[in-house]
T-cell receptor, first 112, second 117 residues
Framework: GQNIDQPTEMTATEGAIVQINCTYQTSGFNGLFWYQQHAGEAPTFLSYNVLDGLEEKGRFSSFLSRSKGYSYLLLKELQMKDSASYLCAVRDNAGNNRKLIWGLGTSLAVNP | DTGVSQNPRHKITKRGQNVTFRCDPISEHNRLYWYRQTLGQGPEFLTYFQNEAQLEKSRLLSDRFSAERPKGSFSTLEIQRTEQGDSAMYLC???????????????FGPGTRLTVL
């Protein structure tokens, strides 16, 4: 079956670093995406990994290990505006499948 | 603004009525997706178009749901005989399809929030 697991909720302090984990089990793999979603708004694209390793984009980094079916999103120098849900999504490459398989999201609360 | 747009942003309807939502993708994007999302859940795939062709439709989607993309540009999602369980945020996303996954990143519109009374 297709499954993506992320923690439901996390709490961190402004200025700190937080790591949000995502594990996946899919029949195929053709890339992993991280999206940020503020309450009541649409998801916005953060990062993409298709090869093993770390991708860095400013305060945000994303890591992938395909052999372990594992990714994490690292947020540094947390700001209050980073309070949001973080969604992990995997593209399965089975056949002509172009849809993403989504996790339920991790709700991050950043406290002062 | 050249992002994905959706109309209306909010829709309140009575059970049994039909509703139609519109999505205008980013102009050069040839792929368009519809999702449904409820509170605390990730987006749930509904259907997907490449140009005007509807290539996949979720098996979870009942016959009351239909989507079109007649000219390969904007798309409409219609829900007939709405039920209270249809209350959700309906999200549209578009992507620049290619053989390369980086160019197939999906960009979302602001969504249409449907409330069925």
């Amino acid at each position: 079956g297709q499954n993506i697991d992320q923690p439901t909720e996390m709490t961190a302090t402004e200025g700190a670093i937080v790591q949000i984990n995502c594990t996946y089990q899919t029949s195929g793999f053709n890339g992993l995406f991280w999206y940020q979603q503020h309450a009541g708004e649409a998801p916005t694209f953060l990062s993409y990994n298709v090869l093993d390793g770390l991708e860095e984009k400013g305060r945000f980094s994303s890591f992938l290990s395909r052999s372990k079916g594992y990714s994490y999103l690292l947020l540094k120098e947390l700001q209050m505006k980073d309070s949001a849900s973080y969604l992990c999504a995997v593209r399965d490459n089975a056949g002509n499948n172009r849809k993403l398989i989504w996790g339920l999201g991790t709700s991050l609360a950043v406290n002062p | 603004d050249t992002g994905v747009s959706q109309n209306p942003r909010h829709k309140i309807t009575k059970r049994g009525q039909n509703v139609t939502f519109r999505c205008d993708p980013i102009s050069e994007h040839n792929r368009l997706y519809w999702y449904r999302q409820t509170l605390g859940q990730g987006p749930e795939f509904l259907t997907y178009f490449q140009n005007e062709a509807q290539l996949e439709k979720s098996r979870l989607l009942s016959d009351r749901f239909s989507a079109e993309r007649p000219k390969g540009s904007f798309s409409t999602l219609e829900i007939q005989r709405t039920e209270q369980g249809d209350s959700a945020m309906y999200l549209c996303a578009s992507s620049l399809g290619s053989h390369g996954p980086p160019l197939d990143t999906q960009y979302f519109g602001p969504g249409t929030r449907l409330t069925v009374l």
